[in-house]
């Protein structure tokens, strides 16, 4: 089945530094991708759709030059966390359709801890 | 009007028996009901979901059933195992889970199943 492999599994880094976290559609190619957020106990909170070739919509409240997006590939969309802060720490995931129909692969998701 | 409602939040049930967790939506274009289970530091993983047009969709001991009336839907689990003991996530899109729609969770249901 599709896959969507996710990177680093987890991570820390010092308040004030930046993280990138990687998202690969192994097996299919993913014109869109999502990411989203998750804090313990809580729902999944979409953050941003990833458009290849193109500029990330994000949602409502969240700082597009805080959470910047890439997607150069068909394959591969790209979370950097600029300046992380405590209160960022959180759990993210991404996901990406299969096809029409097909439903929605997610990521095994990225344990984000600011120290 | 984009939410999906979910309920009960936490459930406990004994080996064997049925877990039943229920998803109410009030847009009427969501055309794509999918359900995810999530173990703990993990992403979710589609577990089965169901389209408008069938009222019922069985896939081993998991059932989807759907009231386009009422605007419901809910999982059953039968014969719940131990294993089973994860968050349940309901979910809704439009567009028939194609690749630029996005998903809207529920707020999780936190199943036990006691052996």
Redesign the interface.
Known sequence: GAV?S?HPSRVICKSGTSVKIECRSLDFQ???M?WYRQFP????M?MA?S?EGSKATYEQGVEKDKFLINHASLTLSTLTVTSAHPEDSS?Y?C?A?V???????????T?LTVV | QQQVKQSPQSLIVQKGGISIINCAYENTAFDYFPWYQQFPGKGPALLIAIRPDVSEKKEGRFTISFNKSAKQFSLHIMDSQPGDSATYFCAASTGNGGATNKLIFGTGTLLAVQP
Request: net charge positive; glycine share 18%; charged share 10%.
């Open positions: 969507v996710q993913a014109t869109t999502f106990k809580q729902s999944l979409l759709t458009n759990f995931i996901s359709a096809g029409l129909g097909d439903g929605y692969t997610f990521g095994s998701g344990r």
